[in-house]
């Protein structure tokens, strides 16, 4: 049973367009929400995470947006790049992680 | 400040043989956790490791072992290796073993099986 459902699977979004990526859970026991970036190759390197207690957290180009009775996250790149073609991972954590599937992103030129 | 350091790279083992993986975590990270990640499951964890301690362990079978050392440096260890075992084995390490410590990963393990 996957304990993290994210969607979409794949993306493709223009460069300056904003991409959104959703995650869902149903475990209120999860109090920690990190969001990963993985380039082939290479190991999920963190972005950004939130704790349930707070509705947004902006870094950068990068924000997560929280809905706490809806039991979803979301993570939202504000004018992406082709540089931030990779795949992304949610996660969350109770005692220990739950990762979502995954979304490879592609940021055309 | 280094990264999580992940040895071998890449590793290719037959069915039946064993494979021993080693991480050592970021410098003062004292909590090792490892994840196998594959195109079908995605990211699934294996075992955490606290001051030499197992803390939570996933949904494998005994095959999969670990331990870490006093120096936090962690090893795993798969026996009587499956083709199903082929993977990228991936070790994160943490400051310490609180719900909200932020994870770094290494690069991994890329485990082949013939």
């Known amino acids: 049973q996957q304990q993290v459902k994210q969607s979409p699977q794949s993306l493709i979004v223009q460069k300056g367009g904003i991409s959104i990526i959703n995650c869902a859970y149903e475990?209120?026991?999860?109090?920690?929400f990190p969001w990963y970036q993985q380039f082939p190759g290479k190991g999920p390197a963190l972005l950004i995470a939130i704790r349930p207690d707070v509705s947004e957290k902006k870094e950068g180009r990068f924000t997560i947006s929280f809905n706490k009775s809806a039991k979803q996250f979301s993570l939202h790149i504000m004018d992406s790049q082709p540089g931030d073609s990779a795949t992304y991972f949610c996660a969350a954590r109770s005692n220990q992680f739950y990762f979502g599937t995954g979304t490879s992103l592609t940021v055309i030129p | 400040k280094a990264g999580v350091t992940q040895t071998p790279r890449y590793l290719i083992k037959t069915r039946g043989q064993q494979v021993t993986l080693s991480c050592s975590p970021i410098?003062?990270?004292?909590?090792v956790s490892w994840y196998q990640q594959t195109p079908g499951q995605g990211l699934q964890f294996l075992f955490e490791y606290f001051s030499e301690t197992q803390r939570n362990k996933g949904n494998f079978p005994g095959r999969f072992s670990g331990r870490q050392f006093s120096n936090s440096r962690s090893e795993m260890n798969v026996s009587t290796l499956e083709l199903g075992d082929s993977a990228l084995y991936l070790c994160a390490s943490s400051l310490g073993a609180g719900s909200n410590q932020p994870q770094h990963f290494g690069d991994g393990t890329r485990l082949s099986i013939l």
């Open positions: 475990n209120t026991a999860f109090d920690y």
């Open positions: 410098s003062g990270h004292r909590s």
